[in-house]
Each structure stands twice: as structure tokens, then as C-alpha cells.
């Protein structure tokens, strides 16, 4: 069964360091999503893709994030200058054209220290 | 802004018993997800409710849809210490984007 796959699982940071997190979608879908969750919180929406550009996007996802389809399968969250806030779980999500449900990748566990 | 609320928060029941999750959602939407999630892990797909008077069961689940009260609920019979995990709802906009919003999430706990 597809399914969607991050890596790496878990990435510890520095403060004011830039990570990027990778996801891989769903092979036919067409809408990407990042959400993330911070400890023992809900889950919250971050940024949504299609066509190669941002739909939506929430008042988390400030300057200092990013995303990028670099190649046809891949699918980037970058935060240039990480902050000790910034902790929590990133979990990225595709849907299809004529689908609704999004599935949701295993997340990775982002440290700032 | 569409707000999602779930409860309780928190549920401690006996293994046998029956019990009911409650989400309510503030603005006029027809999908309404639930997710499990335990801890550490991702969110696991339950149930897709697409409409008013949707009902949905899997084993010993059971999902419903109000779309006039805005509500859904997530009945539990007869829990079994397995369902132990958080459970969420999400409201999609069923606009382009099609962004989740969460509720807060119910942490179920069931008790031999």
C-alpha cells in the first residue's frame, strides 16, 4: 500500500541553525501539507502545496519557513533559523486530485536546543 | 475562523464500558475526520464522515455526523484496553486548500 515517508525520524538542532525536513508523498497525489505538533498539543496546519506554489498557508508559517518540490517526488520543509520554539513534530500529509482524505507520514521529531 | 473543540480531554474508563467522544465545530463544513494517534507515532486514518447523518463503524467504533448541530460524535463499546491511545477530529474547508483543523485531541485511557 502507498504510503507517504519523512526523513530523517528525528533531527536535533542548534538554535538559529536551518534544517530541512524531507517528505516523500504519495506517488499520484497532488496536494501537499506540512502541519505540525508540539508535545502533548493538537495538531496544527502549517503551509499547503499545488501546482508548485503555496495555497495556504498559517500565521505560524513566518519568514522563516519554506517549502520546495525540488524534483518530482520530493517534498521540503526548510527553517532557516531555528528557534527553541520551533520543537515539536512535523508531519507531512498528501491528498489526490479527487480525493479528500490526507494521509499522514510517520513525522519527524525536530530538537532545537 | 473555524474552531474545533473536542470532549472530554481526557477519559479514564473500565475495560466493558461504553462511552462517547463528543467534537463540536463552529462553521458549516461536511467532512469531518477521525484520527488515532499513539504516542510517538503518526496519525492513523479511522473514519471519513462526508456527510449529514453519516455513521461509520469499525470493530468497536463507531463514528456519527451531525452537520446541523455541527456536531460528531465517537462511541466506543465495550472498551478494551488496545484502544488506549489520543484520539482527534479534524474539520476540513472544502476549499482548494483543503487544510485540517484539529480539535485538541481526547487522551483515552482504559483500565483492565
Known amino acids: 500500500e502507498p504510503e507517504v515517508t519523512q526523513t530523517p525520524s528525528h533531527q536535533v538542532t542548534q538554535m538559529g541553525q536551518e534544517v530541512i525536513l524531507r517528505c516523500v508523498p504519495i506517488s499520484n497525489h497532488l496536494y501537499f501539507y506540512w502541519y505540525r505538533q508540539i508535545l502533548g498539543q493538537k495538531v496544527e496546519f502549517l503551509v499547503s502545496?499545488?501546482?508548485?506554489?503555496?495555497?495556504?498557508k498559517s500565521e505560524i508559517f513566518d519568514d522563516q519557513f519554506s517549502v520546495e518540490r525540488p524534483d518530482g517526488s520530493n517534498f521540503t520543509l526548510k527553517i532557516r533559523s531555528t528557534k527553541l520554539e520551533d520543537s515539536a513534530m512535523y508531519f507531512c500529509?498528501?491528498?489526490?486530485?479527487?480525493?479528500?482524505?490526507?494521509?499522514f507520514g510517520p513525522g519527524t521529531r525536530l530538537t532545537v536546543t | 475562523e473555524l474552531k474545533v473543540e473536542q470532549n472530554p480531554l481526557f477519559l479514564s474508563m473500565q475495560e466493558g464500558k461504553n462511552y462517547t467522544i463528543y467534537c463540536n465545530y463552529s462553521t458549516t463544513s461536511d467532512r469531518l475526520y477521525w484520527y488515532r494517534q499513539d504516542p510517538g507515532k503518526s496519525l492513523e486514518s479511522l473514519f471519513v464522515?462526508?456527510?449529514?447523518?453519516a455513521v461509520k463503524q469499525e470493530g468497536r467504533l463507531m463514528a456519527s455526523l451531525d452537520t446541523k448541530a455541527r456536531l460528531s460524535t465517537l462511541h466506543i463499546t465495550a472498551a478494551v484496553h488496545d484502544l488506549s491511545a489520543t484520539y482527534f477530529c479534524a474539520v476540513d474547508m472544502k476549499t482548494g486548500a483543503q487544510k485540517l483543523v484539529f480539535g485538541q485531541g481526547t487522551r483515552l485511557t482504559i483500565n483492565p
Open positions: 500529509a498528501s491528498t489526490g486530485q479527487a480525493a479528500y482524505e490526507q494521509y
Open positions: 464522515l462526508l456527510s449529514n447523518g
Open positions: 502545496f499545488y501546482n508548485n506554489e503555496i495555497s495556504e
